[in-house]
């Protein structure tokens, strides 16, 4: 019985992660919950899965929520109350699926608490991927991906001589705005970013789908979980989401992952490795696939691509500037205060003033996230 702490309980990873642990009662246990904001549904949560403890990280709706429970069920608030949940000795394994930087130090405090994580966000890693490589090594704990490109490159890499390989080909489905063209992406509005093509997702990422920031940000995190340099990671587009990634060996043969595109697929993988259990979602149906196609990226068109190949060379903080950046840019543009088009602007705008730190530490990273998150609310307010 593998007990878990879903962290981020209430977003499209987490409820998809619940999906799975239900199918298989003895084999997973949900010990620990952990959500922001939604108290609703976190509530219907507890009722069914009846963890011992909970963390809401929003301290008012901690107190709500408190309210509304009897005493069986524990309820933390805030970051602090997160780091408790991690210190817990009855859980193995976390799911993180927080969104965005907020997963950092939630990453940083599971990985040493030795525990097992299961991790879909990609944030922490794209801000502090060296740091958190080598914790997850002092800690002797391993860190198994959930977004998809990574469970299938990892799947791809088992049982392989890292060393003999020769290129990874990360796929894309390309997003919403795939062979769109410059007067049309100057229109886009938020409705338009918020619909992607192949899967359902939380808002940020479903925008950094749209700007492709979200394959930029995979590129680092290749690096990072397989330690591949960024030369050998090459962008695929491949709309039809079925293969999820493929790695190229130094004799030429390519192994590829394919699936139907569920993310709840690469999620039981995760929590279920090394072992492979039955799956109750769909089979892949060849006869219904017509053909599975293939292009180049366009990169004059989505130049977050270039941005984050750009910070994956220089290394350091810029990734983690990076990051701050986009993060900003898509909250203003959600907020109808930055043009879809001007994201990539703005966050060259911030790589362009950053000088990168060199084998940052903890407080470097935080700093230089602070830092980037100000410079592009000045270029934003400047812009307007
Ligand atoms: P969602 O926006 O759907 O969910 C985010 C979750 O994080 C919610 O549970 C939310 O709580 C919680 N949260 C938000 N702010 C905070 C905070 N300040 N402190 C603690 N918790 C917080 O995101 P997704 O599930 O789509 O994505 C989660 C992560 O997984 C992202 O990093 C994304 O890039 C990655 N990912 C997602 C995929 C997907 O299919 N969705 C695929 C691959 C990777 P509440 O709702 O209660 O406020
Ligand atoms: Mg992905």
Redesign the pocket.
């Known amino acids: 019985m593998k007990r878990i702490a879903i962290?981020?309980?209430?977003?499209?990873?987490?409820q998809?992660a619940l999906e799975v642990i239900k199918n298989f009662p003895d084999k997973f246990r949900v010990v620990a919950l952990?959500?922001?904001?939604?108290?609703e549904?976190?509530y219907q949560q507890i009722k069914t899965f009846n963890p011992e403890k909970v963390c809401?990280?929003?301290k008012q709706k901690a107190l709500s929520l408190k309210r509304r429970l009897n005493a069986q069920t524990k309820i933390l608030g805030g970051?602090e109350g997160?780091e408790e949940l991690c210190k817990e000795k009855n859980i193995d394994t976390v799911v993180l699926?927080?969104?965005?930087s907020?997963?950092l130090m939630?990453l940083i405090k599971a990985i040493e608490n030795k525990k097992e994580v299961c991790l879909?966000?990609?944030?922490a890693l794209v801000m502090a991927g060296p740091l958190i490589r080598q914790k997850a090594r002092d800690n002797k704990t391993r860190i198994i991906p959930?977004?998809?490109e990574q469970s299938a490159i990892w799947q791809c890499l088992v049982g392989q001589d890292s060393n003999k390989v020769k290129n990874i080909y990360l796929t894309a489905s390309g997003g919403p705005f795939l062979g769109w063209n410059k007067k049309q992406l100057k229109g886009i509005v938020i409705r338009q970013a918020l619909k992607h093509p192949r899967?359902?997702?939380?808002?940020?990422?479903?925008v950094?789908s749209a700007t492709m920031m979200?394959k930029g940000?995979e590129i680092l995190e290749t690096m990072y979980l397989f330690n591949i340099v960024a030369d050998k990671i090459k962008i695929v587009i491949h709309p039809e989401s079925i293969i999820h990634s493929m790695v190229e060996f130094v004799d030429g043969i390519i192994m590829a992952q394919l699936s139907v595109t569920d993310?709840r697929i690469p999620i039981q993988y995760a929590l279920s490795f090394p072992e492979r259990l039955n799956t109750a979602f769909s089979f892949l149906d060849f006869s219904k696939l017509k053909f599975l196609s293939f292009t180049k990226p366009d990169f004059k068109r989505f130049p977050c691509l270039d941005l984050a190949y750009r910070a994956a060379y220089t290394g350091g903080t810029a990734p983690c500037v990076l990051n701050a950046a986009n993060e900003v840019s898509v909250v203003e543009f959600l907020k109808k205060r930055l043009k879809f088009i001007s994201i990539p602007k703005v966050i060259e705008g911030v790589m362009d003033r950053h000088n990168a730190v060199k084998n940052p530490n903890l407080e470097d990273i935080l700093d230089a996230h602070l830092w980037a998150r100000i410079q592009t609310q000045r270029i934003i307010e400047k812009l307007n």
């Open positions: 962290l981020g309980s209430t977003g499209s990873i987490g998809n952990g959500a922001h904001s939604n108290i549904l976190l809401v990280t929003d970051l997160i699926a927080i969104c965005g907020m997963a939630p879909a966000n990609k944030e959930i977004d998809s899967w359902k997702m939380g808002k940020k990422i479903t950094d979200n940000f993310m």
